[in-house]
Structure formats: C-alpha cells, structure tokens
C-alpha cells in the first residue's frame, strides 16, 4: 500500500505543513531513476527523494541532503525558486501534485514501473522526467477517477466494493476477508466497511508486515509485524530500509539455494558412482585368494609361466591366474598379496570419502531446509558502505561525499595506481607493513578534509599487516609522487614527499 491512493492522501496531509509556504530551492537527479526535491525557508530545509524505477517505487524524506559534486543534473527548472501554495491527492489514483506560483504544479504519477514526474503550467504539460511515456500530453485531472461510492452504489452493486474503490488495494480485501464479509449479512458488511473506510481516512497507526517474505505497507495487521509507527512520513522512511532488506535477502536466498542446490547434485552423483565403485571393488577383490592358491602350489608352475591354470579351492572351480614371467611362484604370490593389501586400502580409503561425502550432502540438504523454512533467520552478508566492485581491482568506499580506493592484492595495487587514479588523488599506505594501496579520489577545486584523509588511513591500516596493532604509521602524499621503477615486484613503488600520520586500523 506504499504507493495506494489513501497512503498516499497521508502523506499530502503531512507534508502539507511541512512544505506550504516554502520555495523549492532545488530539483535534481543523481541516480538513475532517482528525483530529490530540495525546500526551504529560512533556517530550515525539507527534501523529498523519489524513486520511479522498475525495481521500487517510492519516497522517502529527511532535512538534510548531500547533493554530489559531480553526476548531479538539474531537473525542472521553470519550477525552481517556486512558492509552495499547496498540495493536492487524486482521487482513487496513485497520484498527487504540489501547487506553485504562477500555474506551476509538480504532478507524481506513481504507477509502478511507469511512474513519472511531469511539470504542468498554467494547465499544459511542458516537461516529465521519464520522457519515453508521453505523460505530458495528458492533463492531471484526468487522472482523478469518478465518485462511484455510496451505500446505494453498494447495495445495488452486490457489495462488490472493489468496483467502486478501484484504489482499495489487496491489503483492505485481505482484512475485510478476515471478517468473513463475503458471508456477512447486508448490515454487517456495510458495518465493516463503514470501519475500513475510516480507517483509510483517519488511520491511528501505519504497519509494516512480514506477507510470504515481503516487506508489505499497511493500514490493517493482517500479517506478522515489523514495525508500526503514527507518521506517514516515518513509515515511508522505513519501509524504504525494509524493503531492501527484504529483497536483498530474498536475492541472497534465491542465489544460496542454487549454489547450495548445485553442489547437492554433483555430491548426490558423486556417492552414487563412488558406491558403485566401491561394491565393484569388494567383489572382485580376489588378489589374495589368487596369492594362497600360488603358495599352494609353488611346485606345480612351471619356471618364467606368463600365466597357468590351477584349481581355485575357494570357489571348487580351475582359474587362470596370470604371471610375471620374470618373477618365480612364491615372489608372483607376494605380488598378489601385495595388491590384495592395497585395494583394501583403497576400498578404506574410498568408504572414507564417501562417509564424508554423505557429511556435507547431509548439511547441505538441512541448510536448503533451513533457507526454505526460515528465510527471516538468515543473516545476510555485511557490506556496510562497501561496494565490491568485482570488475574493478579495487574496494570502494564513500566518506563524507569522497571515494576512497583500496587495492585487492599486489598485482590490483599496480593497476589501481597505473589505471585508476589521478595525479591530484591522495596516496596512501600503511608504513613499514605490506598492504594495500589506498587512494581518496580528488574532487576538483576542494582540498580533502583531515577527517576524510584520517579515515582512509584508517582503512590503509585495516587492509596491511599492521592491522592488530593499537597505532599504525601511515604515509600520506599525493599519487604525482608516487612512481613506479622498471623491474620492481607487484605493489613496490618509490614514494616522494610523504608525511606520516598514526591511525587506528578500521575496517570501516
């Protein structure tokens, strides 16, 4: 219900105070698929994030905001510097525009993956942000939906409210389904909808629910809770942090239980052909039985025989047993209790493999019951602020609006300092310990902050051998003064004009 028509109509009557008066001081992009809107007044400032992908949809608001330095697009600029007037909710659509001075209106289109800003003047689209949809050759009001709705309608609709609130959504049918109104009298389904409606209108509280692994917006607990809070805009805020949750758990789920489903079959095949082996060695291990029938009858081969027909005493039939022609009788019987002794170790060997084989298809099998099971339960991996980039031979960070640059390995450093850095990038490593080159992208006409350059020598401390210690020396220069000779080993370079500073390795 994040983007149903009655969320969205409390989140209008809340932002109403909030954003009424103020101008809008900036619009802009940095993320694809991403629109911030900045407002303010004196002393005070209000800005909304938008998402119109086809992943989520959405908003989420704060009263700060760090614009990027670079990769930042301004966006609908006839609206820019605008007075806020007022806002407005659509009727039974998942819309709603902010009014401004001079016939500007700033109209929020969100309908799932054609979600889309458009900019009407003075009633006319002129501008939309996603422009492939053509939004603005359809006016706003077109989108308000008729008033069907009233007790007649309803009774003379069969009670088929779903046809007269169009935007009602699976969640409101989800509570009124657990109050059996399909099976109510007449009375008592008006009764409840009576009480959905007020609901809609005038809610105490807002849920965010667990439904089959989903984080689910609600005015109703009609599945297990995560949180609930009275603030509409509090609730969009975290619903954004619950849905990425979830999907980012989900995809995790759904990538282990492949791997995990993949090594299950390759085990599975592997016991099975190794236990074939196995019984087809146990039947045919006959080398020391072939070894007493030789002894039996050492006088009976005649001298450098490659191969003789003795009676087999075990199964009371004659056996062709064949000789190293070099060996004599007792030596070609030693031969064969030789290789009885090993094939027994080999069998041993191989009921060993296949024991511990069977271990780890055992915990496999119970981790795929465990990921099917409880998915909630599962930890994800921690990435904090890091962004592996798998392609790139470096981690990257961000810190206070820089990019720092941490090498993999020895070979990544070479190609993190030859590849991926400028001269006017910051330099850094841990000093007297191998470990990895550290870079803090420059950002052009800025000097980089004492803070943000402690912190990358944090992570230059983290990522060497002197991470177990309390202090570690870290030298600083810029990337100019860093070269690197002919012949030297992967990660060694020569280092000008360094100071050092003492950190406390971090990881983060």
Not at 1 to 7: I, T
Not at 485 to 493: E, F, I, L, S, T
Request: charged share 25%; with cysteine.
């Amino acid at each position: 219900m994040h983007l149903n028509h009655y969320f969205l109509s409390q989140l209008v009557f809340e932002l109403k105070p909030l954003i009424t008066g103020t101008y809008l001081a900036e619009i802009f992009t940095q993320q694809k698929d991403e629109v911030v809107l900045g407002f303010g007044k004196p002393g005070e400032d209000f800005f909304i994030k938008c998402q119109t992908g086809p992943g989520i949809q959405g908003f989420s608001f704060t009263k700060e905001f760090n614009r990027a330095k670079k990769n930042s697009v301004d966006l609908f600029k006839p609206a820019t510097g605008k007075k806020v007037l007022n806002l407005f909710s659509t009727y039974q659509d998942r819309s709603f525009g902010i009014n401004m001075e001079n016939g500007v209106v700033l109209f929020f289109k969100m309908h799932g993956s054609r979600s889309n800003i458009i900019l009407y003047q003075n009633g006319n689209g002129i501008e939309e942000y996603h422009k492939s949809f053509d939004d603005i050759l359809l006016p706003f009001e077109s989108y308000k939906k008729p008033e069907l709705f009233s007790i007649d309608n309803l009774i003379t609709n069969e009670f088929k409210i779903q046809q007269l609130l169009p935007a009602l959504g699976p969640e409101p049918l989800k509570w009124l389904e657990s109050k059996s109104y399909s099976t109510q009298k007449e009375d008592d389904k008006i009764e409840l909808i009576c009480t959905m409606l007020d609901v809609l209108h005038h809610p105490e509280s807002f849920y965010i629910l667990n439904e089959n692994e989903k984080a689910v917006l609600s005015f109703f607990q009609t599945s297990p809770l995560l949180v609930s809070k009275t603030s509409a805009i509090e609730i969009a805020n975290l619903f954004q942090k619950y849905y990425f949750t979830f999907t980012l758990r989900n995809k995790f789920v759904s990538s282990e239980t492949k791997i995990l489903t993949a090594k299950k079959v390759k085990l599975e095949r592997y016991i099975s052909s190794s236990r074939e082996k196995l019984n087809e060695l146990s039947s045919t291990n006959t080398s020391e039985q072939i070894g007493d029938i030789l002894m039996a009858n050492l006088y009976n081969i005649p001298e450098r025989s490659e191969s003789v027909t003795l009676f087999d005493f075990y199964s009371n039939t004659n056996r062709d047993i064949k000789l190293k022609k070099d060996y004599s009788p007792q030596k070609n019987a030693e031969n064969y209790y030789r290789k009885g002794k090993n094939l027994i170790l080999d069998l041993k060997n191989l009921e060993n493999i296949i024991e511990q084989k069977q271990k780890e298809l055992d915990l496999i099998e119970s981790s795929l019951i465990n990921i099917s099971d409880s998915p909630s339960n599962i930890k994800l991996p921690s990435k904090e602020k890091v962004i592996q980039q798998q392609s790139f031979p470096f981690k990257k960070f961000e810190f206070e609006g820089y990019e720092i640059r941490v090498g993999k390995s020895s070979q990544k450093n070479d190609e993190l300092l030859q590849q991926h850095s400028h001269k006017n990038d910051l330099w850094l490593h841990a000093r007297g310990f191998a470990g990895s080159h550290v870079i803090i992208k420059n950002i052009a006409g800025t000097l980089v902050p004492q803070n943000v350059i402690e912190k990358a020598a944090s992570l230059a401390a983290y990522y060497s051998k002197g991470k177990t210690n309390n202090l570690c020396p870290v030298i600083v220069t810029e990337r100019k003064y860093v070269r690197k000779a002919k012949g030297m080993a992967p990660g060694q370079v020569i280092v000008d004009k360094e100071k050092t500073i003492m950190v406390t390795p971090s990881e983060y």
